[in-house]
């Protein structure tokens, strides 16, 4: 069993002052705690300024499959860690829905640790009484599902890219160009080979459709995006690896990507959706 050292009592260190947006919910995926790429002091930074009657964690919180090989706990994963025991301590319904890489919490579904729920999917109700099924979404990735080694192995080139990718913007920004992700294109190139994000999309809309849910609400692919290509409402939440994106549905239950940029701490506006999506700017 995999060891995450965290205290569950409350720490009374955090003074932060209150959340500047509040919102009815917030779901959040694909985090990688554990992970050199995880990107924890923006986070910690977006959890001080926002907060939800409600929190999803979308799975991939915390990265089992990389602290197997190389342990790596610095303090600010553990900053993340305490900042959302408190939101649920001070009232928050947290909800944890584990992913591939940390189904290691699969084996406790239907048990609470510090306040938040373990489930494996859930069903959101917004707002304006809609209904969407709210999972990872690992389970709709065939390469997950029947070749668990070339995942692996797409992981660890993944990893290298975003390390790699640090150096390479270091030499554009000398030469006076504008940043360019190494790794998202690497990622997205490969599966567009095998067509990947579209078929994954509608594998899991498909499953929205047959639960008879008007959405499906998930995360893994590292992709933000809302659309309704598919017959359904379709929302990802991105991850804070790179895009650093959260989705939040506000208190009329329309639904809005945030984008929390790395230097001044702005929200950028989502890109538009669909005629008829009501995505608040």
């Keep these: 069993m995999l060891q995450i050292p965290v205290d569950f009592k409350e720490q009374s260190a955090d003074t932060d002052a209150p959340a500047s947006r509040k919102f009815r919910t917030l779901f959040i995926s694909d985090v990688h705690l554990g992970s050199r790429g995880c990107q ?84 959101h109700e917004s707002a304006d009484g809609r209904k969407f099924l709210v999972l990872h979404g690992d389970v709709f990735d065939v390469v997950v599902r029947n070749a668990r080694w070339l995942a692996y192995f797409g992981d660890w080139a993944y990893d290298f890219a975003i390390f790699t990718n640090r150096y390479f913007n270091w030499v554009r920004r000398k030469l006076g160009l504008t940043y360019w992700s190494l790794s998202k294109w690497a990622k997205h190139k490969v599966k567009n080979a095998v067509n990947f994000i579209g078929e994954f ?25 809302i659309h ?11 991850d804070w690896v790179e895009s650093c994106t959260a989705l939040a549905e506000h208190y009329d239950g329309t639904f809005e990507l ?10 950028l506006p989502a890109r538009a959706a669909p005629a008829g999506v009501p995505v608040a700017a």
């Excluded at 915390?62 to 303090?75: E, K, L, T």
């Design 40 to 123: 924890a002091n923006l986070f910690l930074n977006f959890l001080r300024d926002h907060d939800a009657d409600t929190v999803y964690l979308v799975g991939d919180i915390v990265d089992g499959w990389r602290m197997r090989s190389s342990w790596y706990w610095p303090q600010a994963h553990n900053d993340v860690v305490q900042k959302l025991l408190r939101k649920a301590r001070k009232g928050a319904r947290t909800i944890y829905i584990p992913g591939n890489h940390d189904e290691f919490l699969r084996d406790y579904y239907g048990t609470h640790f510090g306040g938040i729920e373990v489930m494996e999917t859930a069903i």
């Design 201 to 225: 999309e509608q594998a899991v809309a498909l499953e929205a459709r047959k639960q008879n849910v008007e959405g499906v609400i998930c995360g893994h692919i590292h992709h933000a995006t």
């Design 228 to 238: 309704d290509l598919y017959g359904t409402r379709y929302m990802n939440c991105g």
């Design 258 to 267: 945030l984008t929390w940029t790395i230097p001044e701490g702005n929200l």
